[in-house]
């Protein structure tokens, strides 16, 4: 693998993702000048403060659904493109889906367009398995029909719409990476925050934690530093590739709280049963061969170890 590129810009990089993928473009010496735009409407300069510091990494607070200011501050040495910015919680879209399609759809169309205006060689988009709906066969595989069933998964398959056709239209090289439930240090917080997020802050209160549904639905849960691994890795790609990012293990969400209640020390917890969200889907699993033989990639991190490494982060960062 290529040790080193001029220029690698991150859009979401002050978020939960693009925070830790900064760090290792930075630390691990992948890119000589690391830029971050990001309008910190779901992210937080708190993620990225202490790198702020370094010479060699730039920020930029815009929105990126407005070409006028994305060409003003578009560095002109940018070799790659991680677009990483987006609307991601189901509800949250569906509550305000203009502000979602602009931040979804617009902002990709302007990436893409400056990309290509400014001689960017590749882009690494963050698409979703959302873009799979309920799948027809476990696992799942990049083959799978895409078929949302919700508005995020539709702006996301949009999204890779946009890229194909700048891919056939401009050559530009595009990797589209689908993750699949991405958890660990710096997870966002608040009403639109992931199922981990919200056990781990609810045990660790003494709070019963709520589900949504019988808990027998099931997700692919991958750590972040194995999705950032996948991310970097992706750099050296040509062509157009679709690959998914999870752990290739389902999980349903009663194992899920059994797992962090044993590692904080709970027995017999007793959660709160509230209706199924609607457009959720019930059951999922990647089937992540295509990126093992293309990436030489596999997850390193188990659930139970990933799960003990975010609350470590929690203790010494959010409970403090």
């Not at 189901?90 to 400014?118: C, G, H, R």
């Not at 090289?173 to 917080?189: D, K, Q």
């Not at 349903?252 to 889907?281: A, T």
Request: proline residues 3%.
């Amino acid at each position: 693998m290529k040790m080193s590129y001029k220029g690698c810009l991150v859009t979401g990089g002050a978020g939960f993702i693009g925070s830790n993928l900064i760090r290792r473009l930075y630390y691990g010496y992948t890119c000589s000048e690391v830029y971050i735009i990001d309008n910190l409407y779901s992210g937080s300069l708190d993620n990225i403060i202490s790198l702020l510091e370094e010479e060699s990494i730039k920020f930029y607070n815009i929105d990126l659904s407005c070409n006028k200011h994305l060409n003003k501050v578009f560095p002109r040495d940018t070799d790659v493109v991680f677009h990483l910015a987006a609307v991601t919680g189901l509800e949250e879209v569906e509550k305000d889906p203009i502000t979602a399609f602009k931040s979804n759809v617009i902002a990709t169309m302007n990436i893409l367009d400056t990309a290509v205006k400014y001689g960017v060689n590749t882009i690494i988009y963050a698409s979703s398995a959302a873009v799979y709906g309920e799948p027809h066969n476990l696992p799942v595989s990049e083959s799978h029909k895409a078929n949302p069933t919700n508005l995020y998964g539709y702006m996301k398959y949009l999204g890779e719409m946009l890229l194909n056709h700048y891919y056939i239209k401009y050559g530009l090289n595009t990797i589209i990476l689908r993750y699949f439930n991405v958890y660990g240090p710096r997870m966002r917080g608040g009403p639109y925050a992931s199922v981990i997020h919200n056990f781990i802050t609810s045990l660790s209160k003494n709070l019963r934690p709520v589900i949504f549904g019988d808990g027998r639905q099931t997700r692919d849960f991958i750590y972040v530093d194995d999705v950032v691994e996948a991310s970097i890795r992706s750099m050296e790609l040509e062509g157009f590739n679709i690959l998914n990012i999870g752990s290739g293990v389902e999980t349903s969400i009663l194992d899920l709280l059994n797992i962090i209640s044993s590692i904080l020390g709970y027995k017999d917890v007793d959660p709160i049963y509230k209706p199924r969200r609607r457009h959720e889907i019930y059951r999922i699993k990647a089937d992540i061969s295509k990126a093992r033989a293309i990436l030489n990639w596999s997850p390193k991190v188990s659930l139970k170890e990933g799960i003990r490494n975010t609350i470590d982060w929690y203790k010494n960062y959010v409970f403090k």
